[in-house]
Protein backbone atom coordinates (compact mmCIF):
# COMPACT_ATOMS: atom_id res chain seq x y z
CA UNK A 1 0.00 0.00 0.00
CA UNK A 2 1.12 3.45 -1.12
CA UNK A 3 0.11 6.47 1.04
CA UNK A 4 0.66 9.90 -0.21
CA UNK A 5 -0.66 13.04 2.09
CA UNK A 6 -0.77 16.43 0.60
CA UNK A 7 -1.05 19.44 2.46
CA UNK A 8 -1.09 23.01 2.03
CA UNK A 9 -0.84 25.45 5.16
CA UNK A 10 0.21 29.13 5.17
CA UNK A 11 -1.45 32.10 4.47
CA UNK A 12 -4.91 31.31 3.33
CA UNK A 13 -7.45 28.08 2.28
CA UNK A 14 -5.50 25.06 4.19
CA UNK A 15 -6.65 21.61 3.67
CA UNK A 16 -5.35 18.30 3.55
CA UNK A 17 -5.60 15.43 0.75
CA UNK A 18 -4.83 11.66 1.22
CA UNK A 19 -3.73 9.86 -1.77
CA UNK A 20 -3.95 5.57 -1.07
CA UNK A 21 -3.27 2.94 -3.83
CA UNK A 22 -2.82 5.24 -6.63
CA UNK A 23 -6.31 6.99 -5.97
CA UNK A 24 -8.03 10.18 -4.44
CA UNK A 25 -9.28 8.97 -1.29
CA UNK A 26 -10.18 12.68 0.30
CA UNK A 27 -9.19 16.63 0.77
CA UNK A 28 -10.61 18.05 3.51
CA UNK A 29 -10.36 21.70 4.35
CA UNK A 30 -9.42 23.56 7.62
CA UNK A 31 -12.14 25.98 7.56
CA UNK A 32 -15.04 23.83 7.72
CA UNK A 33 -13.28 22.24 11.03
CA UNK A 34 -12.65 25.55 12.61
CA UNK A 35 -15.86 27.55 11.12
CA UNK A 36 -13.58 29.99 9.81
CA UNK A 37 -13.53 30.32 6.02
CA UNK A 38 -10.69 30.45 4.08
CA UNK A 39 -8.38 30.04 7.18
CA UNK A 40 -4.77 28.59 6.45
CA UNK A 41 -2.79 29.18 9.15
CA UNK A 42 -2.98 25.50 10.25
CA UNK A 43 -4.36 21.80 9.07
CA UNK A 44 -4.21 20.54 12.33
CA UNK A 45 -7.93 19.66 12.79
CA UNK A 46 -8.53 18.48 9.06
CA UNK A 47 -5.09 16.35 9.46
CA UNK A 48 -6.32 14.71 12.58
CA UNK A 49 -9.65 13.72 11.28
CA UNK A 50 -8.47 12.31 8.32
CA UNK A 51 -5.85 10.00 9.91
CA UNK A 52 -8.39 8.92 12.33
CA UNK A 53 -11.51 8.11 9.80
CA UNK A 54 -9.21 6.44 7.43
CA UNK A 55 -7.16 4.37 10.45
CA UNK A 56 -3.87 5.89 8.94
CA UNK A 57 -0.77 6.20 11.26
CA UNK A 58 1.73 9.13 10.39
CA UNK A 59 4.59 6.47 10.39
CA UNK A 60 3.63 4.60 8.00
CA UNK A 61 2.90 7.10 5.29
CA UNK A 62 5.13 7.31 2.49
CA UNK A 63 5.81 10.64 1.25
CA UNK A 64 3.76 14.50 2.09
CA UNK A 65 4.00 16.60 -0.30
CA UNK A 66 3.56 20.08 -0.19
CA UNK A 67 4.20 23.63 -1.66
CA UNK A 68 6.45 26.29 0.59
CA UNK A 69 4.11 28.06 1.90
CA UNK A 70 5.01 30.16 4.84
CA UNK A 71 3.68 28.65 8.05
CA UNK A 72 2.85 30.69 10.36
CA UNK A 73 1.87 29.54 14.19
CA UNK A 74 2.56 25.75 12.74
CA UNK A 75 3.40 22.62 14.89
CA UNK A 76 2.21 19.56 13.76
CA UNK A 77 3.30 16.49 14.00
CA UNK A 78 4.17 16.00 10.17
CA UNK A 79 6.54 19.25 10.76
CA UNK A 80 7.87 18.12 14.16
CA UNK A 81 8.44 14.29 13.74
CA UNK A 82 8.46 13.44 9.72
CA UNK A 83 10.51 16.06 7.96
CA UNK A 84 12.44 13.34 6.25
CA UNK A 85 9.72 12.79 4.12
CA UNK A 86 8.02 15.82 3.02
CA UNK A 87 8.85 16.44 -0.26
CA UNK A 88 8.17 20.34 -1.91
CA UNK A 89 6.58 21.27 -5.29
CA UNK A 90 6.32 24.44 -7.27
CA UNK A 91 3.06 26.05 -6.42
CA UNK A 92 2.39 26.26 -10.31
CA UNK A 93 2.83 23.18 -10.64
CA UNK A 94 0.41 22.06 -8.18
CA UNK A 95 -2.70 23.96 -9.58
CA UNK A 96 -1.39 22.89 -13.20
CA UNK A 97 -1.32 18.71 -12.45
CA UNK A 98 -4.33 19.38 -10.40
CA UNK A 99 -6.90 20.79 -12.54
CA UNK A 100 -5.07 18.48 -15.67
CA UNK A 101 -5.44 14.93 -14.04
CA UNK A 102 -9.43 16.07 -12.55
CA UNK A 103 -10.17 17.51 -16.31
CA UNK A 104 -9.62 13.88 -17.65
CA UNK A 105 -8.37 15.54 -21.06
CA UNK A 106 -6.32 12.96 -22.49
CA UNK A 107 -4.27 14.96 -25.14
CA UNK A 108 -3.64 18.16 -26.69
CA UNK A 109 -4.39 19.98 -23.61
CA UNK A 110 -2.81 23.92 -22.47
CA UNK A 111 -3.07 23.97 -18.83
CA UNK A 112 -3.13 27.62 -17.57
CA UNK A 113 -2.44 28.94 -13.81
CA UNK A 114 -3.20 32.44 -12.57
CA UNK A 115 -2.80 33.56 -9.12
CA UNK A 116 -2.40 36.36 -6.50
CA UNK A 117 1.31 35.24 -6.75
CA UNK A 118 3.14 32.71 -5.14
CA UNK A 119 3.86 33.97 -1.83
CA UNK A 120 5.63 30.90 -0.67
CA UNK A 121 8.99 32.14 -3.20
CA UNK A 122 8.73 35.09 -0.94
CA UNK A 123 9.92 32.45 1.99
CA UNK A 124 12.86 31.25 -0.14
CA UNK A 125 13.57 34.97 -1.18
CA UNK A 126 13.72 35.87 2.04
CA UNK A 127 15.70 32.83 3.07
CA UNK A 128 19.50 34.32 3.77
CA UNK A 129 17.92 36.45 6.03
CA UNK A 130 15.28 33.99 7.49
CA UNK A 131 18.20 31.50 8.15
CA UNK A 132 19.80 33.71 10.66
CA UNK A 133 17.75 32.25 13.07
CA UNK A 134 15.67 35.06 14.60
CA UNK A 135 12.29 33.20 12.99
CA UNK A 136 10.59 30.25 14.20
CA UNK A 137 12.21 27.50 12.68
CA UNK A 138 9.53 26.28 10.83
CA UNK A 139 10.10 29.12 8.31
CA UNK A 140 13.95 28.01 7.85
CA UNK A 141 12.61 24.68 7.15
CA UNK A 142 10.14 26.22 4.71
CA UNK A 143 13.34 27.65 3.23
CA UNK A 144 14.34 24.60 1.84
CA UNK A 145 14.66 24.86 -1.94
CA UNK A 146 13.33 22.14 -4.67
CA UNK A 147 14.92 23.14 -7.81
CA UNK A 148 17.90 25.02 -8.64
CA UNK A 149 16.39 27.47 -11.20
CA UNK A 150 14.62 28.79 -7.47
CA UNK A 151 17.27 28.44 -5.68
CA UNK A 152 19.68 30.81 -7.76
CA UNK A 153 17.93 32.78 -9.29
CA UNK A 154 14.29 33.51 -6.73
CA UNK A 155 11.33 35.22 -7.69
CA UNK A 156 7.69 35.52 -6.92
CA UNK A 157 5.61 32.87 -9.55
CA UNK A 158 2.22 34.53 -10.32
CA UNK A 159 1.03 31.95 -13.59
CA UNK A 160 2.01 29.30 -15.14
CA UNK A 161 1.33 27.90 -19.28
CA UNK A 162 1.92 24.15 -19.78
CA UNK A 163 0.88 22.13 -22.67
CA UNK A 164 0.20 18.16 -22.30
CA UNK A 165 0.82 16.31 -25.51
CA UNK A 166 1.48 12.64 -26.49
CA UNK A 167 1.42 11.72 -22.51
CA UNK A 168 3.76 14.31 -21.49
CA UNK A 169 3.07 17.84 -19.67
CA UNK A 170 5.63 20.21 -20.23
CA UNK A 171 5.47 23.79 -19.30
CA UNK A 172 6.62 26.11 -21.48
CA UNK A 173 6.33 29.27 -19.45
CA UNK A 174 6.20 30.68 -16.03
CA UNK A 175 5.00 34.59 -14.97
CA UNK A 176 6.09 37.06 -12.73
CA UNK A 177 3.73 39.23 -12.98
CA UNK A 178 -0.29 38.56 -14.07
CA UNK A 179 -3.28 39.33 -13.18
CA UNK A 180 -3.33 39.59 -9.21
CA UNK A 181 -2.74 43.40 -8.99
CA UNK A 182 -5.95 43.79 -10.55
CA UNK A 183 -7.84 42.07 -8.34
CA UNK A 184 -6.08 44.17 -5.30
CA UNK A 185 -6.49 46.96 -6.61
CA UNK A 186 -10.54 46.04 -7.59
CA UNK A 187 -10.63 45.24 -3.85
CA UNK A 188 -8.68 48.39 -2.54
CA UNK A 189 -11.77 50.68 -4.85
CA UNK A 190 -14.73 48.20 -3.37
CA UNK A 191 -13.23 48.73 -0.11
CA UNK A 192 -12.83 52.63 -0.50
CA UNK A 193 -16.51 52.89 -2.12
CA UNK A 194 -17.84 50.96 1.35
CA UNK A 195 -18.27 47.65 -0.25
CA UNK A 196 -17.07 45.61 2.68
CA UNK A 197 -17.14 41.88 4.09
CA UNK A 198 -15.73 38.64 2.78
CA UNK A 199 -15.99 37.91 -1.37
CA UNK A 200 -15.30 41.12 -2.11
CA UNK A 201 -13.83 39.83 -5.16
CA UNK A 202 -17.51 38.25 -5.58
CA UNK A 203 -19.00 41.26 -5.15
CA UNK A 204 -16.88 43.35 -7.65
CA UNK A 205 -17.85 40.89 -10.44
CA UNK A 206 -21.60 41.08 -9.43
CA UNK A 207 -21.26 44.79 -9.60
CA UNK A 208 -19.32 44.75 -12.63
CA UNK A 209 -22.76 44.12 -14.66
CA UNK A 210 -24.38 46.94 -13.57
CA UNK A 211 -21.76 49.72 -14.78
CA UNK A 212 -21.03 50.93 -17.64
CA UNK A 213 -17.40 52.09 -19.56
CA UNK A 214 -15.60 54.82 -18.45
CA UNK A 215 -12.42 55.60 -20.52
CA UNK A 216 -10.36 56.72 -17.80
CA UNK A 217 -11.09 54.20 -15.21
CA UNK A 218 -10.88 51.50 -18.02
CA UNK A 219 -7.40 53.20 -19.29
CA UNK A 220 -6.02 53.23 -15.43
CA UNK A 221 -7.14 49.74 -15.08
CA UNK A 222 -5.66 48.41 -18.43
CA UNK A 223 -2.40 50.16 -17.45
CA UNK A 224 -1.82 48.00 -14.22
CA UNK A 225 -0.81 44.54 -15.85
CA UNK A 226 -0.64 44.09 -19.48
CA UNK A 227 0.39 40.74 -21.20
CA UNK A 228 3.51 41.79 -24.12
CA UNK A 229 3.56 39.43 -26.59
CA UNK A 230 7.00 40.51 -27.81
CA UNK A 231 8.56 39.14 -24.26
CA UNK A 232 5.88 36.93 -22.89
CA UNK A 233 5.94 38.46 -20.25
CA UNK A 234 3.65 40.90 -18.16
CA UNK A 235 4.44 44.46 -18.10
CA UNK A 236 2.87 46.91 -15.16
CA UNK A 237 2.62 50.46 -15.21
CA UNK A 238 4.09 50.66 -11.82
CA UNK A 239 5.82 48.66 -8.53
CA UNK A 240 1.88 48.54 -7.55
CA UNK A 241 2.28 45.19 -9.08
CA UNK A 242 4.24 43.99 -6.44
CA UNK A 243 2.66 41.67 -3.78
CA UNK A 244 1.49 43.41 -0.69
CA UNK A 245 1.66 47.02 -2.39
CA UNK A 246 -0.89 49.28 -0.35
CA UNK A 247 0.94 52.86 -0.91
CA UNK A 248 2.35 54.84 -3.11
CA UNK A 249 1.42 57.57 -5.36
CA UNK A 250 -0.40 55.26 -7.75
CA UNK A 251 -2.77 53.34 -5.49
CA UNK A 252 -3.29 56.81 -4.77
CA UNK A 253 -4.47 57.99 -8.16
CA UNK A 254 -6.26 54.53 -8.28
CA UNK A 255 -8.26 55.18 -5.13
CA UNK A 256 -9.39 58.43 -5.76
CA UNK A 257 -9.98 57.86 -9.43
CA UNK A 258 -12.28 55.13 -8.03
CA UNK A 259 -13.82 57.54 -6.04
CA UNK A 260 -15.24 60.22 -8.49
CA UNK A 261 -16.80 57.72 -9.81
CA UNK A 262 -19.59 54.98 -8.98
CA UNK A 263 -18.65 51.98 -7.63
CA UNK A 264 -20.97 49.69 -10.33
CA UNK A 265 -18.91 51.88 -12.93
CA UNK A 266 -15.74 50.99 -11.19
CA UNK A 267 -16.50 47.47 -11.22
CA UNK A 268 -17.21 47.05 -14.47
CA UNK A 269 -14.32 48.51 -15.96
CA UNK A 270 -12.11 46.20 -13.62
CA UNK A 271 -13.35 43.14 -15.25
CA UNK A 272 -13.70 44.37 -18.49
CA UNK A 273 -9.55 45.29 -17.61
CA UNK A 274 -9.42 41.91 -16.14
CA UNK A 275 -10.74 39.88 -19.10
CA UNK A 276 -9.75 41.62 -22.09
CA UNK A 277 -5.76 41.35 -19.75
CA UNK A 278 -6.74 37.17 -20.19
CA UNK A 279 -7.87 37.71 -23.87
CA UNK A 280 -4.81 38.37 -24.85
CA UNK A 281 -2.83 36.01 -22.98
CA UNK A 282 -5.53 33.03 -24.20
CA UNK A 283 -5.27 34.22 -27.56
CA UNK A 284 -1.70 34.48 -27.75
CA UNK A 285 -1.26 30.98 -26.21
CA UNK A 286 -3.98 29.28 -28.66
CA UNK A 287 -2.17 30.77 -31.56
CA UNK A 288 1.13 29.28 -30.36
CA UNK A 289 0.11 26.22 -29.24
CA UNK A 290 -3.24 25.21 -31.42
CA UNK A 291 -4.41 22.91 -28.05
CA UNK A 292 -8.13 21.69 -28.90
CA UNK A 293 -8.68 21.96 -24.86
CA UNK A 294 -7.62 24.16 -21.79
CA UNK A 295 -7.64 24.07 -17.98
CA UNK A 296 -7.70 26.50 -15.88
CA UNK A 297 -6.50 27.02 -12.22
CA UNK A 298 -5.55 29.72 -9.86
CA UNK A 299 -7.59 31.77 -7.98
CA UNK A 300 -8.15 34.39 -11.39
CA UNK A 301 -10.30 31.38 -12.49
CA UNK A 302 -12.69 31.57 -9.74
CA UNK A 303 -13.97 34.77 -12.08
CA UNK A 304 -16.76 32.68 -13.42
CA UNK A 305 -16.94 35.84 -16.35
CA UNK A 306 -14.17 35.34 -17.40
CA UNK A 307 -14.40 31.39 -17.90
CA UNK A 308 -17.23 31.95 -20.00
CA UNK A 309 -15.24 34.40 -21.95
CA UNK A 310 -12.67 31.85 -22.51
CA UNK A 311 -15.65 29.10 -23.14
CA UNK A 312 -17.15 30.75 -25.73
CA UNK A 313 -14.63 32.84 -27.80
CA UNK A 314 -10.98 31.03 -28.14
CA UNK A 315 -12.34 27.96 -30.70
CA UNK A 316 -11.48 25.13 -27.72
CA UNK A 317 -13.74 22.38 -27.68
CA UNK A 318 -13.70 21.70 -24.09
CA UNK A 319 -12.04 23.80 -21.32
CA UNK A 320 -12.29 22.59 -17.58
CA UNK A 321 -12.12 24.83 -14.64
CA UNK A 322 -10.64 23.10 -11.58
CA UNK A 323 -13.26 22.88 -8.93
CA UNK A 324 -10.95 23.80 -6.41
CA UNK A 325 -9.16 26.72 -8.44
CA UNK A 326 -7.97 28.24 -5.33
CA UNK A 327 -5.44 27.38 -3.27
CA UNK A 328 -7.49 24.80 -1.20
CA UNK A 329 -6.30 23.16 -4.35
CA UNK A 330 -2.96 23.07 -3.86
CA UNK A 331 -2.72 20.20 -1.18
CA UNK A 332 -4.43 17.95 -3.89
CA UNK A 333 -2.41 19.10 -6.84
CA UNK A 334 1.08 18.17 -4.67
CA UNK A 335 0.01 14.65 -3.83
CA UNK A 336 -0.72 14.53 -7.55
CA UNK A 337 2.38 15.95 -8.14
CA UNK A 338 4.26 14.09 -6.11
CA UNK A 339 2.60 10.76 -7.66
CA UNK A 340 3.18 12.48 -11.28
CA UNK A 341 7.08 13.24 -11.02
CA UNK A 342 8.68 9.82 -9.29
CA UNK A 343 11.51 11.44 -10.79
CA UNK A 344 11.40 14.70 -9.38
CA UNK A 345 11.45 18.00 -10.83
CA UNK A 346 12.21 18.22 -14.38
CA UNK A 347 11.11 20.04 -17.50
CA UNK A 348 8.24 17.69 -18.48
CA UNK A 349 6.25 14.65 -16.97
CA UNK A 350 4.73 11.56 -18.21
CA UNK A 351 1.33 10.73 -17.41
CA UNK A 352 0.88 7.68 -14.90
CA UNK A 353 -2.27 6.25 -14.51
CA UNK A 354 -4.46 7.29 -11.76
CA UNK A 355 -7.64 6.99 -10.07
CA UNK A 356 -9.06 10.67 -10.02
CA UNK A 357 -12.95 10.85 -9.15
CA UNK A 358 -15.13 12.54 -11.71
CA UNK A 359 -16.94 14.10 -8.48
CA UNK A 360 -15.96 16.16 -5.61
CA UNK A 361 -17.27 14.55 -2.98
CA UNK A 362 -14.16 13.97 -1.35
CA UNK A 363 -14.54 15.91 2.08
CA UNK A 364 -15.71 14.55 5.60
CA UNK A 365 -18.72 12.06 5.43
CA UNK A 366 -20.79 10.16 8.22
CA UNK A 367 -21.74 6.23 8.46
CA UNK A 368 -25.65 6.05 8.82
CA UNK A 369 -25.74 4.86 11.88
CA UNK A 370 -23.63 8.56 13.23
CA UNK A 371 -26.16 9.80 11.45
CA UNK A 372 -28.97 7.48 13.02
CA UNK A 373 -27.68 8.18 16.62
CA UNK A 374 -27.79 12.04 15.88
CA UNK A 375 -31.23 12.27 14.64
CA UNK A 376 -32.79 10.06 17.09
CA UNK A 377 -30.97 11.32 20.56
CA UNK A 378 -31.27 15.41 19.19
CA UNK A 379 -33.83 16.20 17.18
CA UNK A 380 -37.72 16.44 18.23
CA UNK A 381 -39.78 16.06 14.90
CA UNK A 382 -38.54 14.26 12.15
CA UNK A 383 -39.37 11.28 9.21
CA UNK A 384 -38.01 8.79 6.87
CA UNK A 385 -37.10 10.51 3.69
CA UNK A 386 -39.84 10.79 0.97
CA UNK A 387 -39.00 12.24 -2.38
CA UNK A 388 -42.49 12.53 -2.65
CA UNK A 389 -42.36 15.13 0.96
CA UNK A 390 -39.75 17.09 -0.57
CA UNK A 391 -41.40 17.53 -3.80
CA UNK A 392 -44.59 19.36 -2.23
CA UNK A 393 -42.25 21.12 0.56
CA UNK A 394 -40.03 22.86 -2.19
CA UNK A 395 -42.98 22.93 -4.57
CA UNK A 396 -44.75 25.01 -1.87
CA UNK A 397 -41.91 27.28 -1.38
CA UNK A 398 -40.24 25.92 1.50
CA UNK A 399 -36.52 26.53 1.53
CA UNK A 400 -34.67 23.49 2.44
CA UNK A 401 -30.82 22.90 3.90
CA UNK A 402 -29.77 19.30 2.68
CA UNK A 403 -26.99 17.36 4.74
CA UNK A 404 -25.99 14.03 3.06
CA UNK A 405 -23.21 11.89 1.98
CA UNK A 406 -19.58 13.13 1.94
CA UNK A 407 -18.77 16.84 1.74
CA UNK A 408 -17.31 19.04 -1.50
CA UNK A 409 -14.46 19.78 -1.85
CA UNK A 410 -14.00 23.63 -3.22
CA UNK A 411 -16.13 26.79 -2.89
CA UNK A 412 -18.58 25.18 -4.64
CA UNK A 413 -21.95 23.10 -2.87
CA UNK A 414 -23.29 20.66 -5.37
CA UNK A 415 -26.36 19.38 -3.58
CA UNK A 416 -24.61 17.56 -0.22
CA UNK A 417 -24.59 20.54 1.74
CA UNK A 418 -26.52 22.61 0.00
CA UNK A 419 -29.70 24.81 0.20
CA UNK A 420 -32.64 24.24 -2.32
CA UNK A 421 -35.42 26.92 -3.39
CA UNK A 422 -38.25 26.85 -5.91
CA UNK A 423 -36.46 29.23 -8.51
CA UNK A 424 -39.81 30.30 -10.09
CA UNK A 425 -40.05 33.16 -7.93
CA UNK A 426 -38.74 36.73 -8.08
CA UNK A 427 -38.87 37.69 -4.68
CA UNK A 428 -36.62 34.97 -3.30
CA UNK A 429 -33.52 36.21 -3.60
CA UNK A 430 -34.15 38.94 -0.91
CA UNK A 431 -35.49 36.45 0.85
CA UNK A 432 -32.78 33.87 1.15
CA UNK A 433 -30.49 37.04 1.31
CA UNK A 434 -32.69 38.14 4.51
CA UNK A 435 -32.70 34.30 5.99
CA UNK A 436 -28.72 33.98 5.17
CA UNK A 437 -27.90 37.16 6.88
CA UNK A 438 -26.19 37.55 2.96
CA UNK A 439 -25.29 40.50 1.87
CA UNK A 440 -23.70 39.34 -1.82
CA UNK A 441 -24.46 40.89 -5.29
CA UNK A 442 -23.78 37.90 -6.98
CA UNK A 443 -27.55 36.17 -8.04
CA UNK A 444 -28.14 32.78 -6.61
CA UNK A 445 -26.73 29.82 -8.89
CA UNK A 446 -29.36 27.02 -10.28
CA UNK A 447 -29.35 23.08 -10.28
CA UNK A 448 -30.30 22.03 -13.59
CA UNK A 449 -31.62 18.88 -14.73
CA UNK A 450 -29.07 17.69 -17.38
CA UNK A 451 -31.60 16.43 -20.15
CA UNK A 452 -33.24 19.48 -20.76
CA UNK A 453 -30.03 22.21 -20.19
CA UNK A 454 -29.88 23.04 -23.96
CA UNK A 455 -33.95 24.06 -23.37
CA UNK A 456 -32.81 26.63 -21.15
CA UNK A 457 -28.77 27.66 -21.85
CA UNK A 458 -26.98 28.60 -24.88
CA UNK A 459 -24.43 26.07 -24.70
CA UNK A 460 -22.87 26.04 -27.50
CA UNK A 461 -19.79 25.20 -26.26
CA UNK A 462 -17.99 23.45 -24.01
CA UNK A 463 -20.51 21.93 -20.68
CA UNK A 464 -17.38 20.23 -18.93
CA UNK A 465 -17.02 22.70 -16.36
CA UNK A 466 -20.99 23.30 -15.31
CA UNK A 467 -20.88 20.10 -13.55
CA UNK A 468 -19.05 22.07 -10.98
CA UNK A 469 -20.82 25.52 -11.28
CA UNK A 470 -17.37 26.98 -12.44
CA UNK A 471 -18.54 29.22 -15.38
CA UNK A 472 -21.42 31.05 -16.72
CA UNK A 473 -23.85 30.55 -19.63
CA UNK A 474 -26.23 32.95 -21.08
CA UNK A 475 -30.18 32.11 -20.27
CA UNK A 476 -31.84 31.35 -23.41
CA UNK A 477 -35.00 34.17 -23.00
CA UNK A 478 -38.28 31.68 -22.81
CA UNK A 479 -36.70 31.15 -19.46
CA UNK A 480 -35.85 34.58 -18.20
CA UNK A 481 -39.29 34.79 -16.85
CA UNK A 482 -39.72 31.13 -15.23
CA UNK A 483 -36.64 30.80 -13.21
CA UNK A 484 -35.58 34.48 -12.03
CA UNK A 485 -34.35 33.67 -8.73
CA UNK A 486 -31.18 32.27 -10.16
CA UNK A 487 -30.72 34.83 -13.09
CA UNK A 488 -28.36 37.65 -13.16
CA UNK A 489 -30.69 40.51 -14.03
CA UNK A 490 -28.68 42.78 -15.40
CA UNK A 491 -27.29 39.97 -18.38
CA UNK A 492 -28.92 37.44 -18.22
CA UNK A 493 -26.40 34.89 -17.51
CA UNK A 494 -26.53 32.10 -14.42
CA UNK A 495 -24.00 29.98 -13.10
CA UNK A 496 -25.13 26.47 -13.35
CA UNK A 497 -24.41 23.10 -11.96
CA UNK A 498 -25.78 20.95 -14.68
CA UNK A 499 -26.70 17.65 -13.01
CA UNK A 500 -26.11 13.98 -14.13
CA UNK A 501 -27.75 10.99 -12.72
CA UNK A 502 -23.71 9.70 -12.47
CA UNK A 503 -22.66 13.19 -11.06
CA UNK A 504 -25.40 13.62 -8.53
CA UNK A 505 -28.21 10.48 -8.62
CA UNK A 506 -30.03 11.99 -5.23
CA UNK A 507 -29.95 15.16 -6.82
CA UNK A 508 -31.03 13.77 -10.07
CA UNK A 509 -33.84 12.49 -8.44
CA UNK A 510 -34.95 15.48 -7.09
CA UNK A 511 -34.89 17.43 -9.97
CA UNK A 512 -36.70 14.88 -12.04
CA UNK A 513 -39.34 15.05 -9.53
CA UNK A 514 -39.71 18.59 -8.84
CA UNK A 515 -39.53 18.88 -12.87
CA UNK A 516 -42.72 16.25 -13.00
CA UNK A 517 -44.39 18.32 -10.61
CA UNK A 518 -44.15 21.56 -11.98
CA UNK A 519 -42.31 21.37 -15.78
CA UNK A 520 -39.49 23.15 -14.23
CA UNK A 521 -36.24 21.07 -13.97
CA UNK A 522 -34.64 23.58 -12.12
CA UNK A 523 -33.92 24.36 -8.28
CA UNK A 524 -31.77 27.01 -6.94
CA UNK A 525 -28.58 25.70 -4.90
CA UNK A 526 -26.58 27.61 -2.67
CA UNK A 527 -23.84 26.74 -0.39
CA UNK A 528 -25.57 25.40 3.08
CA UNK A 529 -24.30 28.25 5.73
CA UNK A 530 -24.82 31.72 6.62
CA UNK A 531 -22.87 34.55 5.15
CA UNK A 532 -19.17 34.92 6.04
CA UNK A 533 -19.34 30.92 8.01
CA UNK A 534 -18.05 28.45 5.88
CA UNK A 535 -20.05 25.42 4.17
CA UNK A 536 -21.37 23.49 7.23
CA UNK A 537 -19.56 20.34 8.31
CA UNK A 538 -21.30 18.43 10.97
CA UNK A 539 -25.17 17.35 11.55
CA UNK A 540 -25.77 19.72 14.55
CA UNK A 541 -25.01 22.40 12.62
CA UNK A 542 -27.39 21.84 10.37
CA UNK A 543 -30.00 21.26 12.55
CA UNK A 544 -28.82 24.52 13.82
CA UNK A 545 -28.94 26.44 10.87
CA UNK A 546 -32.79 24.84 11.17
CA UNK A 547 -33.90 26.18 15.08
CA UNK A 548 -32.30 29.39 13.98
CA UNK A 549 -34.73 29.90 11.34
CA UNK A 550 -32.43 29.81 8.62
CA UNK A 551 -34.08 27.02 6.17
CA UNK A 552 -37.54 25.72 6.92
CA UNK A 553 -37.16 22.07 6.99
CA UNK A 554 -33.25 20.01 6.46
CA UNK A 555 -32.45 16.87 5.04
CA UNK A 556 -30.20 14.96 7.09
CA UNK A 557 -28.75 11.70 5.52
CA UNK A 558 -32.11 9.44 5.02
CA UNK A 559 -34.21 11.77 6.71
CA UNK A 560 -36.61 15.03 6.98
CA UNK A 561 -35.97 16.52 9.75
CA UNK A 562 -38.59 19.58 10.86
CA UNK A 563 -37.93 22.40 13.50
FE1 LIG B 1 -2.25 29.67 -5.91
Redesign the pocket.
Request: with cysteine.
Given at each position: MSTIIGFNCGVHDASVSLLQNNEVKAVYTEERFSCFKQRGDTITQPLTQLLKDFDIDLNNVDMFATTTSLVINETNDIYEHHRERVKFYP??L??AIGALLFSKFEDDTMVL?L????FNIQALKFGDRLMDGDVDKTVKFHAKPWHDRYQNNCYCVFGSVSVYRNGTLRTIKEFNLNFGNLYLMGCHTMYAHGIRGTNIEGKLMGLSSQGKYNHDLYTLYRSLCRFDAATESFESLSQCAQPGFANGWLHHKIINLGLQHDVRDCAYNLQKALQDGVSELVQFYKNKLNTRRICL???IFANVKVNQLINENFGFDEIFVMPAM??E??SLGAALTAYYTPNGITDAYTVHPIKVPDHVYLGKGYTDEEIDSFIKSQCKQYQPFDHSVLTKELQSGKIVGVFRGRSEYGPRALGNRSILVDPSNRDTFSVLNHRLQRNEIMPFAPAILSERVDEILHCTHSKRSAQFMTTCYNVRSEWINKIPAVINVYDNTCRPQIVTSSSNVWLHTVLNNYNDATGIPVLLNTSFNTHGYPIINEPSQAYDELRNNVVDIVVIGDYIVYA
Open positions: HHCHTDAGDSGGSDGI
